[in-house]
């Protein structure tokens, strides 16, 4: 049986089944891409909730796993030679599931790192710029009366929304016939943009075709649809 005692998470948040990935997380569109993931490649996971409302992730324990106080965060106590091993950063951590199962993530050289420039994509340019529109068009931005911060992140969420339709005009997925991790990084913040943050009108989705027809193909899977509830508030 893995000992995980030395990581001080543990000890906050027991692991009941120490020989699973220990999952830290919250059903947010960040927090939903591990969880998404885990469901789809079917590794026997763990999940611990981890409650951002109530600043658990800036605890001494969460810290000790992750220092940028962020979720979602892994401890796989079967890593690299059969070591646990910890990790954060959603990106990282699909790129390691990925890899880890052999799945969701294409073989062929060429067609790795071209679902690995739309993976980044989302973390880089998806990810920040539509948390910026919920925070002010939804959240304690809305009431700033300078409109401007608003308009520029709509404006940059409008632009990306174009790009992604641009990709998926005539493909199924993200890479075409092949779902791979770079959808499963994408579905949580589209479906949050235009659900949680009540901003469809806002970056004009109803424009859109491809885009909310991939949406509604991933919502339709049953892992993702497992993954959006976990971890729940019992875990």
């Known amino acids: ?3 995980l005692s030395t990581f001080p998470i543990t000890r906050r948040w027991p692991a009941r089944h120490p020989d699973r990935i220990q999952l830290y997380s919250l059903p947010t569109p960040n927090g939903v891409k ?3 993931m885990l469901e789809e490649i079917g590794l026997p996971y763990e999940a ?3 409650d951002i409302g109530a600043n658990e992730s800036w605890t001494p324990e969460y810290l000790a796993l992750n220092p940028n106080g962020k979720i979602p965060a892994i401890i796989d106590p079967h890593g690299p030679n059969d070591q646990p091993m910890a990790l954060f950063e959603s990106g990282a951590i699909l790129l390691y599931l990925a890899e880890k199962s052999g799945k969701l993530l294409p073989t062929d050289p060429a067609r790795r790192y071209e679902t690995i420039q739309w993976l980044f994509f989302q973390m880089a340019a998806i990810g920040p710029m539509f948390g910026q529109v919920g925070y002010f068009h939804k959240f304690a931005g ?3 009366a300078d409109k401007r911060p608003l308009e520029r992140y709509r404006d940059e969420a409008k632009r990306l929304l174009g790009v992604l339709e641009g990709r998926l005009e005539g493909r199924q997925w993200i890479m075409g016939d092949d779902y ?4 499963v990084a994408t579905i949580g913040w589209v479906r949050n943009l ?4 009540e901003a469809a009108e806002l970056v004009d989705y109803g424009r859109l075709r491809a885009v909310p027809a991939w949406l ?3 919502l339709a899977r049953p892992a993702v649809q497992r993954g959006l509830t976990i971890p729940g508030r019992d875990s």
């Open 194 to 197: 235009i659900g949680f943050y």
């Open 1 to 3: 049986m893995p000992d």
């Open 142 to 144: 809305r009431e700033i």
């Open 180 to 183: 791979t991790i770079a959808d």
């Open 34 to 36: 591990v969880s998404i």
């Open 48 to 50: 611990h909730l981890i």
């Open 216 to 218: 509604e193909r991933g």
